[in-house]
């Protein structure tokens, strides 16, 4: 169609900006419409030093600490993090503080892969003696190279907060860039929320260095307008074998085997013990895990635990550890169990001892971050009087003194499950 010459302006303005839009400025059809290949094309292009896959990690104290993460195509030979509580744009010399990240490498490739892919270098910049619930605003250098400003926010000591949770991004890579657009949304119109905790499973194959650079590019679809980073909270997933999970997470091995769980202390009163479904319950694992619980439930208003197999699930067999992590989680009174790799979405009712008990523990999740849904089994017990579907979702946590909610928000936006959990006396 022809259109009027005044109105040709507008039509090209359209155009150009029209696959631009951050994800704020879409509606919730333009979201689930979106054109992934044009999202992709406009993540900051990794080439020589420009700082590119920029990711905030948190693990351990989230009030006062944080890992910020990038990486280069080129090795580059210096690599700063600019930062600061102040906002000074992209002026690198007014911020206040200037930390060489300590940790820089190439991120592991297959022979085969080798073949026709350049692997990239990673940078690591943990950071410590931050301030609780205060914007951390920085920009990234690399040989002369400059990110655009970036901020993320530290978890506050204590009060009300959100976290979006949800695993398996593996596959159904456009699936994956929607919901980081839906993710992204959220995130923007309720600043409260402070991090996604990931329950594993980010692609298909740990090992493909191809894959987790897709991942990694796809994951700035969270970054908000103004530049406001969602830190990440890693768990292990089955998918997730090799030497890059640690690599992109600067992530400690527990063990040389690669298993990997730790705790994040969220608030002074909110812990999330993430656990390792790839490794033995039973030994190191479980001794870990009981010291935890012991040590965090007398001062936690809310505990949390998180992993990737799912203990009753909604799809599958229970995982292998369930005989050796459910007694302990009862045995301490776990609130909320956050659990992925089913692919599909669940609630279960609260359980103890193998039945439904108002004082049990409430499983959800199963993951929803992109890849193809499956058909829960409905007729299971735990599951009637809870909750099962399936679609592509993210689940909010909202905590308070008084109440944690539990959202199942799916990519269209509306909120498909809720439920209340009371804090317990203890
Ligand atoms: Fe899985």
């Avoid at 090795?75 to 906002?87: I, S």
């Avoid at 690198?92 to 990240?101: L, V």
């Avoid at 860039?177 to 740990?206: Q, T």
């Avoid at 890059?244 to 999330?272: C, G, M, P, Y």
Wanted: glycine content about 8%; charged content about 25%; aromatic content about 10%.
């Amino acid at each position: 169609m022809k259109l009027p010459k005044k109105y040709k302006w507008i039509g090209a303005a359209f155009a150009l900006g029209a696959s631009a839009l951050p994800a704020t400025d879409r509606s919730d059809e333009q979201i689930v419409n979106a054109d992934f290949k044009e999202l992709v094309e406009e993540m900051t292009p990794l080439s020589g030093t420009n700082p590119a896959h920029w990711r905030v990690v948190w693990s351990g104290d989230t009030s006062t600490s944080a890992t910020i993460s990038w990486s280069t195509a080129e090795n580059g030979k210096k690599h700063v993090v600019h930062y600061g509580t102040k906002n000074v744009g992209s002026d690198t010399e007014k911020y206040e503080f200037h930390a060489e990240a300590p940790k820089n490498g190439p991120y592991s490739i297959t022979e085969k892969e080798a073949k026709d892919t350049k692997t990239a270098f990673f940078h690591h910049c943990p950071l410590t003696g931050l301030t609780p619930g205060t914007n951390y605003y920085f920009v990234l250098e690399s040989d002369g190279k400059f990110s655009k400003p970036l901020y993320f926010k530290t978890a506050p000591k204590s009060g009300d907060f959100k976290l979006l949770t949800g695993g398996d991004s593996r596959s159904g890579i456009a699936s994956r860039c929607l919901m980081n657009l839906r993710m992204a949304k959220e995130f923007s119109e309720k600043p409260e929320i402070l991090a996604l905790v990931h329950g594993g499973d980010y692609i298909v194959s740990g090992r493909s260095w191809r894959q987790w650079r897709s991942w990694l590019s796809n994951h700035e679809l969270t970054t908000l307008s103004d530049g406001r980073v969602l830190p990440v909270i890693p768990t292990r997933g089955n998918h997730d074998g090799g030497p890059l999970f640690f690599e992109i997470f600067n992530l400690e091995k527990n063990r040389a085997d690669l298993s990997f769980w730790h705790s994040i202390q969220v608030t002074d009163d909110v812990n999330i013990v993430t656990l390792d479904t790839n490794y033995s319950a039973k030994g190191a694992q479980e001794e870990w895990l009981e010291k935890q619980l012991s040590k965090l439930r007398p001062k936690s208003r809310w505990l949390l635990t998180n992993y990737h197999r799912p203990l009753y699930p909604a799809v599958k067999s229970p995982a292998g550890q369930t005989s050796v992590f459910v007694p302990l989680f009862e045995k301490y009174n776990v609130d909320l169990s956050l659990e992925s790799d089913g692919h599909c979405i669940k609630r279960t009712v609260p359980i103890r001892d193998g039945k439904e008990d108002p004082t049990g523990i409430v499983y959800v999740g199963e993951g929803g971050l992109g890849v193809g849904q499956r058909t829960p089994k409905t007729d299971l017990w735990y599951l009637k009087g809870g909750y099962a579907g399936r679609g592509h979702h993210v689940m909010q946590l909202s905590f308070s003194k008084d109440a944690l909610e539990v959202e199942t928000i799916m990519l269209e936006g509306n909120t498909i499950d809720k439920v209340t959990l009371k804090p317990r006396s203890h």
